[in-house]
C-alpha cells in the first residue's frame, strides 16, 4: 500500500531552503572540516592564526574574567589593544564551549560553516517576509548575499567578515523607522543590533550604515515628498538609537581609540588595496569559473576578491536595471550599488593591472573613520546589491506575460548563466605543522611563569604565526612576545597604525633565516640587541621545533646568541632565565 508524502507547507519549504545554505557551506568548508588543526587555506595562513587566538582570548575573558578590549598575552610587555583589532568578542564568547571541547581550530571552521549559512538565511528571511512574493525570489537573493565570490574569498581566512547575518535586520529595520509609529521602540532594537555588530566587525557595521544613507538619499532624491512624513520618526528613532547604542559601546570605543596602543589609521600596507575595474567582469578564484593565475593583480590577495562577478552576472545585473528601471527602488539600489563600486577601484583606477586615472577614494582616504577602512571591501556592498536585484528580478518575472511552463524555463536558464560560473567549490588548503608536544604536554609549565613569555622562534610576526597558534592551544596559557595585530607606529599611541609591534633586532634576524636558509655570523652589536630584546620580552625560554623549516640555521644562529640549546620532545629549547634577569 502506497503511503503518501507528507504535504509540503510552507514550514518544510523554509527548512529546505535553510537547509540548502547549510549543506552549500558545508561543501566549501569540506576540505578544512577534514582537519581542522593540521588544514588552513592555501598561500596565506596568518590571519587564521590571529582569530584562532582572539577565540581562546575569549576563554579567558569567560573563564578568568580578564579584561575583554585589551591583552598583554600577546606582544608582552606592550601587549594588543584588541578592539582595534576586531576580536569577534560576539562570536568568541558564545562559542566559548566549542573552543573548550575542541579547541580553537574547530571553532574557526565552525564560524565560518555557520557565518556563510546565517548570512544567506538572515537575507532569505528578510527578504521573503518584507521584500518579494516569492520564495524563490528570496533563496536566490539570499543565496547571492550568502555564496558570492566576495563572501567566498574572505571564507578563506575572515570569518569576521563573512558573518553578516545581523546585517539584514539592521537594514530592515532602518527601512522601519522612516515609516515607524513607535520609533522610540524601533530605535532601542535598531540600537541592540548594532552593538551586537560592532562586536562582531566594526567595518562591516560602517558599510551598512553608508549603504543605508546612500540609499535613503537616493529614494529621496526621486521622491522629495517623502521626507515629509519620514523625518519624524527617522529622528527620533536615530536619537535613540544614537543614546542607547552610545551608552553601551562608549567605553569599549574609548579604549579602542584612546585607550592603551589605540592607533589612527590603517598600516599603508593595505590603505590603497583597490578593485581592478576587471575583476567586476572576472570570476572568482574559489568558484566554478575561476581561476587563481587569471585573477593575479585584479585583487590585493585571493581573501581581497571583493567584486568578481563575472561577465555574464555583470551583464544580467545591468539589464535588470533597465528593466525595472520605472521602480525607485531599482533605480535606488543601482546608484548604490554604483557608487560604491567606484569607491572600491582605490586611491588608482586601473584596467588589468594598468593604472587609468586617480579614484576618489584618494580625497576620501584620511577622513575620520574612513582612514581605518579597507577600500576594497567597498565591493561587498554592491555584492549585496547585486543579490537584492536578482531576488527582485526573479519575484517580477511572474507578472510577464508569458506561459508559466517557458516562464520556468527562462527564469531557470537566467539563473544557471547568471550564478553557474561563479558556484562555490570547496575552498582550497594546504598542510600546517602540528602545535609542538612540548606545548600540548604542558612541558613549558616548568619553565615559564606568570610575567614571563615564552618565545617561539622565528618570532611571531605577520609572516610567522605558528606562535600564536601554540598559545591559542593552551587558551593563552602564556604570554608570547611578537606576532601579527595592527598597533601604532613604534608601540607610541595615537601613532598611525602598521601590522607588528615595535621594532626589535631578534625576530627580523630570525625571520630573514628563515627566508634564506642562511646562518649569519652576528657581531656584538647584534647579539646585544637580541639580548636586550629578551630582557625587554622577559624571555623565560626560546622553543624551535625541530621539524622548523631551516630549523638547523635557526638553532645555529640562536646558539650564536645564547649558547646550546637541549632537546626536549620535538622542540630544542634554551633556557634564559638567567640572561633575561641581567640588566
Not at 578592539?83 to 573552543?99: D, H, K, R, S
Not at 520609533?183 to 540600537?191: K, Q
Not at 634564506?516 to 624551535?544: E, F, K, M, N, Y
Request: hydrophobic share 50%; with cysteine; glycine share 8%.
Amino acid at each position: 500500500m502506497l503511503h503518501r508524502l507528507p504535504p509540503w507547507t510552507p514550514r518544510r519549504r523554509h527548512l529546505a531552503v535553510v537547509g540548502g545554505f547549510l549543506l552549500a557551506a558545508l561543501w566549501v568548508t569540506s576540505r578544512i572540516w577534514a582537519d581542522p588543526a593540521g588544514r588552513v587555506a592555501t598561500l596565506y595562513s596568518s590571519d587564521p592564526a590571529q582569530v584562532q587566538f582572539f577565540l581562546a582570548h575569549s576563554v579567558r575573558v569567560v573563564l578568568h574574567g580578564e579584561f575583554p578590549f585589551f591583552t598583554e598575552q600577546l606582544n608582552h610587555p606592550d601587549g594588543v589593544n584588541l578592539m582595534a583589532n576586531t576580536a569577534i568578542l560576539a562570536l568568541g564568547i558564545p562559542m566559548v564551549p566549542v573552543t573548550l571541547l575542541f579547541g580553537p581550530a574547530v571553532t574557526f571552521v565552525v564560524l565560518v560553516t555557520l557565518a556563510l549559512a546565517g548570512t544567506a538565511t538572515a537575507w532569505y528571511v528578510v527578504l521573503s517576509r518584507h521584500l518579494v512574493g516569492s520564495r524563490l525570489a528570496a533563496a536566490v537573493g539570499g543565496w547571492f548575499c550568502g555564496f558570492s565570490p566576495a563572501m567566498l574569498s574572505h571564507a578563506n581566512w575572515h570569518p569576521n567578515i563573512v558573518s553578516q547575518f545581523l546585517v539584514p535586520f539592521i537594514v530592515w529595520r532602518v527601512l522601519v523607522i522612516t515609516r515607524s509609529r513607535r520609533p522610540y521602540r524601533d530605535g532601542a532594537l535598531l540600537a541592540l543590533l548594532v552593538t551586537a555588530q560592532a562586536f562582531i566587525n566594526e567595518e562591516i557595521l560602517l558599510f551598512t550604515a553608508l549603504a543605508c544613507g546612500v540609499f535613503l538619499l537616493a529614494v529621496l532624491a526621486q521622491r522629495p515628498r517623502l521626507w515629509s512624513t519620514a523625518w519624524r520618526p527617522l529622528g527620533r528613532a536615530l536619537a535613540t538609537c544614537a543614546v542607547v547604542a552610545g551608552s553601551l559601546l562608549a567605553y569599549p570605543l574609548y579604549v579602542q581609540f584612546a585607550g592603551p596602543m589605540a592607533y589612527h589609521g590603517l598600516s599603508d600596507a593595505v590603505r590603497d588595496y583597490g578593485n581592478d575595474v576587471a575583476a567586476f567582469v572576472a570570476s572568482g578564484s574559489p568558484t566554478l569559473g575561476g581561476s587563481e593565475r587569471a585573477n593575479v593583480n585584479l585583487a590585493p590577495n585571493y581573501s581581497e576578491e571583493n567584486a568578481f562577478f563575472g561577465w555574464s552576472l555583470a551583464l544580467i545585473a545591468v539589464g535588470i536595471v533597465l528593466w525595472l528601471r520605472h521602480e525607485v527602488v531599482v533605480r535606488a539600489l543601482a546608484v548604490t550599488g554604483l557608487f560604491f563600486a567606484v569607491l572600491s577601484l582605490g586611491e588608482r583606477i586601473s584596467w588589468w593591472d594598468r593604472e587609468i586615472v586617480t579614484g576618489p577614494w584618494n580625497w576620501l582616504v584620511r577622513l575620520p573613520l574612513l582612514d581605518a577602512v579597507v577600500p576594497t571591501r567597498f565591493g561587498l556592498i554592491t555584492t549585496v546589491v547585486v543579490g537584492l536585484l536578482l531576488g527582485f528580478a526573479v519575484d517580477r518575472s511572474r507578472a510577464l506575460p508569458v506561459q508559466r511552463g517557458a516562464l520556468r524555463t527562462l527564469t531557470a536558464a537566467g539563473l544557471v548563466l547568471a550564478l553557474l560560473p561563479i558556484a562555490p567549490m570547496p575552498l582550497q588548503v594546504t598542510e600546517r605543522p602540528p602545535v609542538p608536544d612540548f606545548i600540548t604536554a604542558g612541558r613549558w609549565r616548568g619553565y615559564v611563569g606568570p610575567d614571563q613569555t615564552l618565545v617561539p622562534i622565528p618570532v611571531p610576526s605577520m609572516g610567522n604565526t605558528h606562535g600564536m597558534r601554540w598559545a591559542a592551544a593552551t587558551n593563552l596559557g602564556f604570554k608570547i612576545p611578537g606576532g601579527y595585530f595592527l598597533a601604532p607606529r613604534n608601540g607610541n599611541t595615537g601613532d598611525p597604525g602598521r601590522f607588528g609591534g615595535r621594532p626589535s633586532g631578534m625576530g627580523p634576524l630570525l625571520a630573514e633565516v628563515v627566508t634564506t636558509g642562511r646562518t649569519p655570523r652576528l657581531d656584538d652589536r647584534q647579539r646585544r640587541r637580541s639580548l636586550d630584546d629578551l630582557r625587554h620580552w622577559r624571555a623565560a625560554i626560546l622553543v624551535l621545533p625541530v621539524d622548523q623549516h631551516h630549523a638547523e640555521p635557526l638553532r645555529q644562529t640562536v646558539e650564536q646568541l645564547v649558547g646550546p640549546g637541549r632537546r626536549e620532545l620535538d622542540v630544542w629549547v634554551w633556557d634564559v632565565r638567567t640572561v633575561s634577569a641581567r640588566r
